[in-house]
């Protein structure tokens, strides 16, 4: 009975998202946005939940290629170690 309650519960939380940009003000238009948190409210309209978000896109600054290529890269070796395996394996 208890599930059953928590279910009904949860279907009639409403969300509402608010985005903030790099300076904290909040904003409207989420490609501005680095941060923000939806907010869940109960039956009553009290907040029933609030969970922060982060958009923020750091460089890592020992890496001189973009993230992007540098998993790109990661994946061809990984793809060729599993190349060189499998050669291994039908050759013995």
């Given amino acids: ?16 998202i608010v985005y903030f940009d790099s300076e904290g003000r909040p ?13 869940e409210y109960d039956a ?9 978000f982060f958009l923020d896109r750091g460089e890592l600054p020992w890496l001189p290629v973009s993230e ?8 061809a070796a990984l793809f060729v170690v599993w190349l060189g395996i499998g050669l291994f394996l ?3």
């Fill in 1 to 16: 009975m208890a599930s059953t309650r928590g279910a009904v519960g949860r279907a009639e939380r409403r969300r509402r």
């Fill in 27 to 39: 904003t409207d238009d989420s490609a501005e946005a680095v941060r923000g948190e939806v907010l």
């Fill in 44 to 52: 009553h309209d009290r907040p029933a939940r609030r969970t922060p």
């Fill in 68 to 75: 992007p290529a540098f998993l790109l890269w990661v994946l």
């Fill in 90 to 92: 039908g050759l013995a």
